[in-house]
């Protein structure tokens, strides 16, 4: 089991995801047509500071199948930010994909291959 990460920890996790879904929300507005260029920079940063953050603190690891899904996000999101033309499909996939591993029994969330 895990410690409690210490008060300043739990609340630069819960800035990084208040910015990781705005990010997420302007990523999307983006591909849809709105003018905001920094919706793919600020969902890969805050994405980042999230994995970093989780890592530290032992809540997830990249053996399991969590923390891989999560690198394949991010190299997803940056495919989306050099590829503007596959970001649509890219972004639905992401969502879904995101919606199904984030609320998946734990178990499966934690699952490594070959144990």
Known sequence: ???????????????????????????????????????AALTLASGLGLLAS??????????ELAGAVVLLKLALVAAMWAWP???VPLFWGLLVVSAVVSHAPKGLRHW???R
């Open 1 to 39: 089991m895990t410690a409690k990460p210490s008060e300043w920890r739990r609340w630069l996790g819960i800035a990084l995801r208040s910015a990781h879904l705005v990010g997420v929300t302007l990523l999307g507005a983006t591909l849809l047509g709105a003018p905001v260029p920094f919706g």
């Open 54 to 63: 989780e890592l530290i603190d032992g809540r997830i690891a990249l053996t």
């Open 85 to 87: 033309a596959a970001g």
């Open 112 to 114: 490594r291959p070959g």
